[in-house]
């Protein structure tokens, strides 16, 4: 597992998210209105919507296609739906923020 | 013999530590102090009453200077030390004394943040830290101008509270969108705001300091929106970072703060730090509890106690302004695993969250009602497990152990005098004998009857239950359906409420009418959004991040996550020079589709994100706005080439649908809004299935609306004729406005109109003038703030962040 900085907490507006590029897919960081920062692959279980443009409230973003609302702390699909995206790990320091990934320079190598 | 212990800083840690240390170890320690501040030991939280003039120094004395004679303590008042020497064990002041240890303890506490912009120097902007910033600011005070406090968070709001309570004229500027954003959640910072602002202090939220202006002296504080406050003086109160300098030039670790260990051992295993200055297990503290806990393992490691150590403990939060009452503990954020109970006394300005783990408490925001913090917080301590008395839990102390209340019970116990509807003054007696003697049947012919409930709706509970009780099971109270699961109103109770209490922003909408959840869901948040933005067009700043994405990106986003983008044709007119430029931008980015909608335009479809702002950049050069095609607002106005060409023709029909379109362009509805004009009755336009249409006739222009051509199918009804052009226009946009002011959210013209009355609907915008020209105005001021081209603004810079990723990570690291 590696770390990756990203950027810093500013960069993302409360209550929204932005996107980082990584070998293995585009991934959706949420930032919540108490500034709680959640990653997850940016892509709906349901049909592949960029969860990253829905609306986040709480700890859920609502996905802009069809409604489908998601757990950013467990990437499960919430309410009657089933399914999941995977979660990818961060850390705060201070304003920083970082995201793990798994073995991607073997991947990518 | 007697060791000696130099300690270096004379706050409130090292007065507590020396304390602990005489009682247990009394007479180990020849003991001196250097103290940097002329003074004797004092109460620094208390400076706030000092300010505000409830009190006054001589009453915030900890330790007045016979403590230190009694004690044998030598305390050099006035004395900076400016080097500490580790290996020859001596500090060194300012005025020359050099002192050798034994022990050192380092207490230098924190500095003031200064925030890094011009003018931070200038005479006039002081910081809050201690006796001296007290007195300064107070000398400032009798001039009884204009101060503003930089930092809206605990510190920054009693400084605000004590100038203003000396009579000067305070702004508050802070960063955040909500007051003291790390202690509290947006809706607890609501009502601090409110409360705050009661008394005559002005808040200005998100404000970013650009720079503090005057010359010689300070004169006002310039905002990176271009505005400047005035003031005489400005008090920086954005935080604070721990005094370590004096420790890393002595060589110690030094991270954030002076680093320790739990027994507040220094990497010097010979000096010790405690209080703001200290690093414990990476974590800095600036509230006073912990600073206690910090003195007294200090105290007993000095003693010679090696066990003791320092644990983490949270510690509440509390605001020590004279009236206003908030508590604050541990952590209340959302989560998946996590509950919350929340509470809100909209009438008593109460709000309580509680948010529970495991069936425990982790955090907890009381506003207004704070008495059971202490309780809430021994739970929490204490891990209890408050699974059996969930359900009361949040109503504090007093409720535990009693009989659960049956609110039926207490409602059918209440006497015929008792008072239900506050607003009206409407008693119990009054409601029942109305129901029963006029045989009422609903909530609204409750409220019209006797007006109990009508106003502001928070007795609307206590009034159905007395229905409950007068009609028993005929009364069926779940008529109204609700917004979404986060409140029990309908779309028109929170309508007719955000006008009549007058809110102004979602947190005080969600406040004042007691949502269930802490920030809404995707069903309420762009309701809320719409409403506000209707009903207070001068005022509400948009929340983009309650508008659903196609509505802040502008674009219309497809299934692949590419967008679609429609420029505005007026009226379905183009030109040469227009397709040209559309060609060109589909070639210039590989546009994969261009197809003809049925509004008379054009769509690009399969744009990429990162593509849309040179998109538009390139539209815009050829003169194209965006066509809003995404919106719940106005989209196409569709007409026929009428008297200009067709031989059938009877008006100007395009001219008419281009001047409808250039009219009302920008302005947002609950639903979207289609229209068309056609120049005869042979209706080319189709102007009979649109929300509102326009059939043109020889004696002038027929208005037609609630048409449907989607999932449901239906012809329009007539409204009227009119015999003008600008007569069509005025009635268009009154019709416009009452169905904007109105409507419920995603509901369009047609259910809209079905659910008020064709009949109703034609007295306001037709026949009452006097009606129909109010419309008509308080839509052409809404405009003067929607009417600005989205596509445009984000070509400027708008919202950036939006169309870039924010990061690429991953590729260089393989490289390597």
Known sequence: ?109 | MTEKLVIIGNGMAPGRMLEHLFEQAPGRYAVTIFNAEPRVNYDRIMLSPVLSGEKSYEEIVIHGDRWYVDNAVTLYKGHRIIAIDPVAKTVTSDHGVTEGYDRLVIATGSVPFIIPVPGNNLPGVLTYRDLDDVHAMLLAAQSRAKAVVIGGGLLGLEAAAGLNARGMDVTVLHVMPTLMERQLDPAAGYLLQKAVEERGIKVITKANTQAIIGDPRVEGVALADGSVVPASLVVMAVGIRPNAALARDAGLAVNRGIVVDDAMRTSDPDILAIGECAEVGGQVYGLVAPLYEMARVAASRLAGDDTAAFVHADTPTKLKVTGIDLFSLGDFADGDDRQEIVLRDASAGVYKRLVLKDNRIIGTVLYGETADGAWFNDLKKKQTDISEMRDTLIFGQAYQGGAPLDPMAAVAALPDDAEICGCNGVCKGKITGAIAGKGLTSLDDVRAHTKASASCGSCTGLVEQLMVLTLGDSYNPAAVQPMCSCTSLGHDDVRRLIKAKGLKTIPAVMQELEWKTSCGCAKCRPALNYYLVCDWPDEYADDYQSRFVNERVHANIQKDGTYSVVPRMWGGMTSARELRAIADVVDKFAIPAVKVTGGQRIDMLGIRKEDLPAVWADLGAAGFVSGHAYAKGLRTVKTCVGSDWCRFGTQDSTGLGIRIEKFMWGSWTPAKVKMAVSGCPRNCAEATCKDVGVICVDSGFEIHFAGAAGLDIKGTEVLGLVRTEDEALEVIVALTQMYREQARYHERIYKWAKRVGIAEIKRQTLDDRERRRGYFDRFVFSQRFAQVDPWSERVSGKDKHEFKPMATVGYAAAAE
Do not use: Y
């Not at chain 1, 700890?59 to 089933?82: F, Q, R, Y």
């Open chain 1, 1 to 109: 597992m590696t770390w990756f900085a990203i950027g810093s907490m500013k960069d993302i507006p409360r209550r929204g998210a932005r996107c980082v590029q990584t070998p293995q897919g585009r991934i959706a960081v949420f930032r919540t209105a108490d500034d709680q920062i959640f990653a997850i692959e940016d892509q709906c279980p349901h049909k592949g919507g960029p969860l990253s443009q829905g609306l986040v409230h709480g700890a859920a973003v609502t996905c802009p296609l069809h409604n489908w609302v998601i757990s950013l702390e467990t990437g499960k699909a919430l309410g009657a739906d089933e399914g999941a995206v995977r979660t990818i790990p961060v850390n705060v320091e201070g304003e920083r923020l970082f995201i793990a990934l798994d073995a991607i320079a073997d991947k990518a190598a």
